[in-house]
């Protein structure tokens, strides 16, 4: 006998997951996933979904904008340009976005039949608990220090760059790392545009020492990345052979509003409502984990989630049963943003986003 709907939802609203049994999709909530790990706070969910949506019609149907009647000038205005012909490195874009629609079609067209998901999805982004006033409590010294930041209650070691003669293997305790997450500041038109951040030319992602980082028994590598097809040729032919990463696949994140509909139209060349990530594995034998409990990943895999980013906290809990290797996995994220309890954070800016104002709250004041 199934799990019926209900059942289904009692189990997301106890771990975040809602699985759509009908494409193999599941539904995430971050919020419930991530809170799962931390013991002191949790996370305030109408704080952490600070993003605004627009409302659109019941029953995740795309939004559209009502208008009145447009005059014969307005309608000039807006006529849309002709279509132009694909060019080459279009055309393989294009074809590898139909390979993967029928996968996004099914998994969003399973998801819009869960009504009670859809009924239950507005109320969770506006979930609230008293927040714990932090700013009130602490004494402010030192100008208040510029800027205030929390970190994860772990031990935390600064690393700064060490002179070109000294060995970096003496890092690589406990023989690597079963899990590496990397985000990588690819190259980028907009970001250039808007000054996001500072991004690297690609061949320069060639040198990083990945292979050496992962564990010797074997490890998962996950890697962010867009939608555009010359940067999908480069990782699949030059960037994974040099990190030694094989028998990857894909991970599809598509991204929806809290009505369910897709935040955007699902062919739209240049702006898809999804994004990958490339999932596969370094120095792993498969003849070595043959019988053991760790789960070999050979599937697509998609996944559903309002537009947030997602935390690597969030992957290692998602992938945790492809993780090869002992237990507890041991994580490190490249080019981090954010230090995450657990984890070892590798990058420029590991503090860019450890901003003291955070979404959290204390857990005994939530149960007072």
Known sequence: MGISESDELRAFEATGIYR??????TFLDPVRILNASYRRFRLVPSAYYSRSFGTSRQGGEAE????????????????????????EVERMAEARHQEARPLLLSA?????????????????????????????????NLVELGSSW????????????KSSGENSEEDNYNQGYNLIVVDPPWENGCVRQKVAYPTLPNRHFLYLPVQELAHSTGALLVLWITNREKLWKFVEEELFPAWGVKDHTVFYWLKVKPDGSLIGNLDL???????????????????????????????RRLEISYMIKINPQLVKELLSEYIPGPKPARCIELFARELVSGWTSWGNEPLRFQDAISPMVEVDRVNR
């Open 108 to 140: 969003h067209k399973s998801l819009l039949k869960a009504k009670d998901l859809l009924e239950f999805l507005p109320r969770m982004i506006k979930e609230d608990v008293r927040v714990l006033d932090v700013e009130s409590n602490l004494e402010k």
């Open 64 to 87: 559209t904008e009502r208008t009145g009647e447009a005059s014969p000038e307005r309608k000039k205005r807006k006529r849309q340009p002709k279509p132009r012909e694909l060019n």
């Open 20 to 25: 759509l049994a009908e494409s193999g999709a």
């Open 150 to 161: 929390r970190a994860p209650f772990c031990e935390m070691t600064l690393c700064f760059q």
């Open 269 to 299: 060349l240049h702006h898809r409502p999804y994004e990958c990530l490339l999932v596969g594995y370094i120095n792993l034998d498969k003849e070595t984990v043959r019988g053991s409990k760790f789960k070999f990943l050979e599937e």
